[in-house]
């Protein structure tokens, strides 16, 4: 390649980086900032706001040296992280260890239970298996906003609102796309395997545990790692079924959190985002090779 | 090769049809009979017929929340298509850091959506925002993003091309999958780079753009949480979204039956484009099966 379109691309490439990171940079940024004043945006016209004001990544704290200004910035992280972790309006430990109960849970049994399901549609042939796999997969189509009434009342009648269990209940049956995600990892899987199995003596739930679930474990970590991440982002599920505040997750308390100071302390608001992404991005950074190839196996092959 | 009876597939897949029994048919069935109904929550539903759908004939708030879904979701997914490709085909360049862009553009689509949503608050914040601090320097000042009748839902148009990250790796899946030599022989036989794209990789990975399309249309009209953090809906309506109109009338206006009526003609508009988007794709998409394989 000529040098002018190497340079082009690597000019296309800084381009996107920084449209992607600057956001977070931003993010992290006023989160690490003293206070932020800011005029309400309902008060009146421009002149209230000070437009001198320009983009600064790093705050200004009034320090005199960069080891100064380095212990300034811990200190702040401290007071800002601090105050949230320790706010009145909403308890983020408290939605820190429900995100975590029902991450767990969800993702636990969520692959527990597809594993079972996408055995049977692997490996085990019947008559008429090929249409009830298309009811799981057609299981995807139906929108949210047609089951969130009717399953918020069969809950409520079972006397199950007014608890976590709404979030990962329905976990513990398997979900279409962890089914799909599996069956196809365990149709690659060699036949050969289980006719040793077999010709040892295991019947099917042998070769399940002892041949097909020792083999699938990228497949299994992909399937509950997925579930985790969506568990832990979930949003509408929380705010339909949950109705005391002491059960919301954190998705849902930041919500709360943000409409409830309605946008005046923007350090606060976006040092609570951050505590809500963090684990989220560093499950990722450990696990980035699994995410990547689960996904890339969504695509259309063959 | 051995056959097993129904009973041992039925067994293995049983938690499915449990689950599926309890958390989809029977939701599904109730949803269709509420739909006819008449229910506050308070007293039994009462039977109206199809009166339901008759009100939404009659309803302004529903036609202005089907056309700012429609908007949005054609707009989104046209823009997040070809954001995704673009990206996709950058970052498969061999370029030094492109392992590092590739997690950093997947990042934003791993984080909890209402976290994505106070972030980009901030962001578009009319005074204070990074995007209108940014403008000023140029000299320009931008308006209010989100508390702008007019400027509301492409905002949030915008900002959703921010999330592309799993379609980029699907469609970067797809690009690995195009055959080297197919390329190669297009470039001994004299096609430039553009031609080579537009005749030869393009066609190739028509049929994963077909199915991210679907996948994006299906998401697209679904939107939610989005517009209920940012904007609630307003600025005068201008960002009432469907789902969030159905969650409104199901959990704040008590009004269960016209929420399940509302639901089903978005379940029935969400079939009907996709069904479209199939047959577009039946006739559009080079079918790589015929010749490949």
Redesign the interface.
Known sequence: MRWSA?TV??V??AV??C??????L??VS?SLTPD?P??N?ASDG?G??D?S???EFLPDLGADGPLDYAARLADQARTNYGAVLASDSADFPRYYRNSLVVAFLSAGLMTL?SA??A???AR??????DA?FA??LG?M??????????????FERLGLIGGLLPLWL?S???GAFS?FLLRQFFLGLPRALDEAALVDGCG?LGIFARVILPNSVPALAAVFLLQF?AA??D??GP??FLNHQEDYT???G??MY?SQNS?TQ?NL??A??IL??LP??LV?ALF?RA??ES???????? | ??????R??????A??W???A???A???G??LY?GTTDYDLVEAPLPIGLANFGEMAGDAVFWTALRNTLVFAACSVALNTVVALA?AL?LE?R?R??E?????????T??????V???????F????G?IN??L??VGV?GP?WL?DARWALWSLVGMSA?VVG?QV??Y???LR?VPRSLVEAAAIDGANARQRLLRVVLPQIS??V??NVLVSI?WA??V??LPL?MTRGGPQNTTLV??MY??QN??QYGR?GY??A???V??AV??AL?AAAVALARKRVYAR?ATA?
């Not at chain 1, 449209?19 to 977070?24: G, K, L, S």
């Not at chain 1, 189509?141 to 069969?154: E, G, K, N, R």
């Open positions: 190497r691309l690597y296309l490439l996107v980086a449209a992607w990171a600057t956001p977070f931003w993010m006023t932020v800011v005029a945006s421009a209230s706001a437009l004001r320009g983009v239970s079972v399901v055995y049977g549609f085990v042939t019947w008559r008429g298996r009830a009811v799981v299981t189509m139906v929108p949210f906003t047609v089951l969130m009434a009717p399953q918020y009342l069969l329905p513990a049956f398997g089914i099917h991440v832990w982002n949003f509408v705010l339909v954190l998705a849902l930041l919500q943000q946008g923007w608001l976006m609570a985002v809500t992404i989220v991005l990722f980035q995410f990547t996904v890339t196996t969504r695509g259309v092959k063959g | 090769m051995r056959r097993d009876g129904a041992v597939g039925l067994l293995f897949t938690p499915f449990i689950g599926f309890l958390f989809t029977v939701p599904v109730l949803s509420y990206l950058l360049q370029l850091g492109r590092f862009v590739r997690a950093l553009v997947f990042a934003p791993l984080v909890p959506i209402s976290a949503a106070v972030g980009w608050l901030w962001l914040h009319r005074d204070e990074l601090a940014g000023r320097i000042q209010d508390g921010w799993a790796l699907v970067t899946a797809a999958d049929p994963a077909a199915f299906i009209l679904q939610f949480a953090i469907y789902s159905v969650w199901a959990f269960m929420a399940s509302l639901a089903w978005q379940f969400t079939c996709t099966g394989r």
